[in-house]
């Protein structure tokens, strides 16, 4: 399984935002089978959005939770 990941670490809201949106562009056009967000544990803002953008996302189908929550990996349909 090919996955790539971003660290949303000391990113605010917005910012994360649209680095997750550019992130699972970039996988697609590079032809990943997934795509891997690394976004902590904290106050699960940043793990929310992820979520968020996972769930409108029409390239994004099934995603889970690693063991540790710290990051979420969401499969990419083509």
Known sequence: MEKISIDLHGMRYGEAKIAIENHIIDCVNSNYSHVRIVHGHGTGTLRNLTKEIFDKS????????????????GKINY
């Open 58 to 73: 029409k390239f994004i189908g099934e995603f889970y939770l690693e063991h540790n929550f710290i990051a979420t990996i």
